[in-house]
Each structure stands twice: as C-alpha cells, then as structure tokens.
C-alpha cells in the first residue's frame, strides 16, 4: 500500500503544479505542441462532468462535488483492497493513477474558484487575485491539458439534416 500512496501523491503534485502553471500562463483555448502532431498540452476548463456535460446550476454543481467525494472513497477503498488480494504492480499502478487523477479534479473544482480569477480567452488567470476568485468551494472549474488529437473527423452537413 505504500507504494500506491507515493504513487498517488507524485502523481497529483505533478499534476497540481502543471495545472497551476497551465493555468496561470496559458490563455483558455492556447495550445502547444509536445510531441509532434498528437501530443499538445491544451488549456480548457471543465465546469461539469466528463466532456463538459453539466448537471444544473449551482446545486448541480454542488451535487457533483459529493458524487466525487464518494467516487473517490470508491476508488480507495478499491486500491486497497486490491492491495490486500496481492493484485500485481500494473493493477496497483492503474488504480492509483485513476485515485490521483480523481483527488486532482476535486482539488480543481474545491480550490480552483476560490485562489484564481477567471480565465478567458484574452486574461490570463491570476493565482490570489486582489478581488478574490471567480467561485465559491466546491463550484470551480477543473483543468484540463492534455489533448492527444488521434482521430481527426469531420462530419458532413448533409449527414446534419438527416
């Protein structure tokens, strides 16, 4: 278990500080290629759930919160007791991983509004700004910066109508 606990915290202090940097340098929607052409880190926020998806309003959001709060003591207790079982080095490895990504987002959506004004596309953010953030806890926005462009689609507008 101890080694899924370093894991889990490397992991979201790396990601903390590249979230933070993200967001305090780059503009929402800025872009830069890492490797090549299907690696990029790419600033956007998430003010719902996956893909953006919103749940409704503030109590929606507050309602989210608490859904990750259980999801993430799902995920522990998971760890933990694949841990237990002996699971192997890969299966402890992805879990923790999913529990580090997992802390990472509620730490975004706790935090994020209250130590950041808000980002746009022509301001860059500022951590501790003098007016205070843009939300109050548990209803900020979660960092997202990793976009791996693979498949690239175009859907035809004729397809649209139909």
């Not at 503009?27 to 299907?38: A, D, K, M, T, Y």
């Not at 990029?40 to 503030?58: D, I, R, S």
């Not at 402890?92 to 004004?117: K, R, T």
């Amino acid at each position: 278990m101890k080694k899924a606990v370093w894991i889990v915290l490397l992991i979201l202090l790396a990601d903390q500080i590249l979230k933070i940097w993200i967001k305090s340098t780059f503009f929402l929607g800025e872009s830069h290629p890492v490797i090549g052409h299907w690696f990029y880190l790419h600033f956007t926020e998430n003010e719902g759930m996956a893909f953006g998806m919103k749940l409704g309003g503030q109590w929606g959001k507050l309602i989210l919160s608490i859904f990750r709060i259980i999801a993430i003591t799902g995920i522990f207790w998971w760890l933990r007791s694949a841990t237990n079982k002996g699971a192997g080095t890969l299966m402890i490895v992805c879990i923790s991983l999913i529990l580090a990504g997992a802390i990472g987002n509620i730490i975004d959506s706790a935090f994020y509004g209250l130590i950041f004004n808000e980002s746009s596309f022509m301001q860059l953010a500022t951590l501790f700004p003098k007016g205070g953030g843009y939300a109050s806890f548990l209803h900020g926005k979660v960092v997202d910066m990793f976009y791996f462009p693979i498949i690239e689609t175009r859907v035809s507008p004729f397809l649209i109508l139909w």
